[in-house]
């Protein structure tokens, strides 16, 4: 059999795979080398150093500067593409015809580039970005940010029909698919690829309640603020909260209270550990968007999932949690599952339904299909 190279462009060092997007690149290049491709990675770099586990699986990996600044704001384009332009990752592209894979419309200012045209190339949409960004702007609350993330939608928007070039996108959620799909020709969802290989949930009880992410974004600060004064406020239960960047009311919040606990810059397997030991896992997420990786760690990983209706929306995986969008209908839910082992049919259900649809192995070969 002819080997096979897929030249793929990551809009960050995906290693070590602990936040959203990476987790998906990641091990989309992992499942990808176990097939045999020989992965060809491009990675933008603006402060994750280099990885060697990336070039112990993939044949070739290559790191360019992101062109941050203040200057970048004023172009026409959007900050998160034009500070990725890079020369030098196009000419290396020209080197050979093999098919091109970019991550997210962030990745895509080479997407139409014309010495570029007749190559197969493939766009990985990781969200509808200008509707993540519009969410965000909402949730922001400094207005240098506010207005950053309102002109960065805007951007996003006029920039999308460039996803006209691609010969496939690849859609994220089923949601994303019917989106892309009324205004692109050749869509198809491919879920998003992801740590577990089964679902393998611990026996027995756990203590506590679990809430995790990078809570720098806004979205996640605003998600945190909620648990601690709306749903742990009172609640018999502690709530243990981890991720980076907590904000200072944040910080205050958790302070005055008597049942949650802040745990700031932990690494990614400890992380993990925190998913499994929890009772509960607690996502509330106020941005329908995209999918959220951490929902499923949760899944394969971890005993209880409660969520609110954005996080599950438009994923499918809505029977596979205990969705509220009332904190006191959450707050009883999660004081319900504190007694309950997670065991039985609907554990049978959450393995036959996530390792059946987010089979890496399985959606590496889908792409490999379109190739």
């Known amino acids: 059999m002819a080997e096979r190279h897929l030249h793929i462009v990551s809009f960050d060092v995906p290693s070590p795979p602990s936040y959203g997007g990476v ?23 603006y402060g994750r150093p ?107 928007q006029r920039f999308e029909p460039v996803l006209a070039e691609a010969d496939h996108i690849l859609a994220i959620s089923p949601k994303d698919e019917a989106y892309f799909g009324s205004h692109f020709h050749r869509v198809v969802h491919i879920p998003a690829f992801h740590a577990g290989d089964r679902v393998e949930v611990p026996d027995g009880l756990g203590s506590f309640a679990f809430y995790h992410g990078a809570l720098g974004v806004p979205e996640n600060d605003q998600a945190a603020l909620f648990l601690v004064r709306k ?20 910080r205050r919040a958790v302070a005055r209270s008597t049942n949650v ?8 397997e400890e992380i993990h550990r925190l998913v499994r030991e929890a009772q509960v896992n607690v996502l509330p997420t106020f941005q329908a ?53 997670a065991n039985g049919q609907s554990l049978e259900q959450r393995a036959a339904v996530l390792e059946e649809r987010f089979s890496n192995r399985r959606n590496a070969e889908r792409i490999l299909e379109l190739l």
């Open 261 to 268: 606990e802040l745990r700031e810059d932990i690494g990614t």
């Open 50 to 156: 280099r990885a060697k586990d990336l070039e112990r699986m993939c044949a070739s990996v290559h790191y360019y500067p992101r062109r941050t600044g203040k200057l970048q704001l004023l172009s026409t384009l959007p900050y998160v593409v034009v500070s990725r332009r890079s020369e030098a990752l196009v000419e290396r592209l020209l080197q050979d015809d093999h098919p091109i894979l970019f991550e997210g419309l962030h990745c895509c200012h080479a997407l139409g580039d014309p010495r570029l045209h007749g190559r197969v190339r493939l766009v990985r949409a990781h969200n509808v970005e200008h509707d993540y960004y519009g969410a965000l702007a909402k949730a922001a609350t400094s207005t240098f940010r506010r207005t950053y993330f309102i002109n960065e939608a805007h951007k996003l």
């Open 23 to 45: 987790i998906d690149v990641f091990f989309k290049v992992k499942a990808l080398a176990e097939l045999g491709v020989k992965v060809h990675l491009h990675c933008f770099q």
């Open 289 to 341: 968007t995209g999918i959220k990786l951490k929902l499923l760690l949760c899944l394969f990983t971890g005993r209880h999932v409660v969520c609110n209706t954005p996080m599950v929306q438009g994923t499918g995986l809505e029977g596979l949690c205990h969705v509220h969008d009332d904190p006191e209908a959450m707050r009883t839910s999660i004081l319900a599952c504190m007694g309950r082992p």
């Open 231 to 250: 749903v742990f406020q009172g609640l018999p239960v502690k709530l243990v909260i981890a991720g980076s960047d907590a904000s200072n009311e944040l």
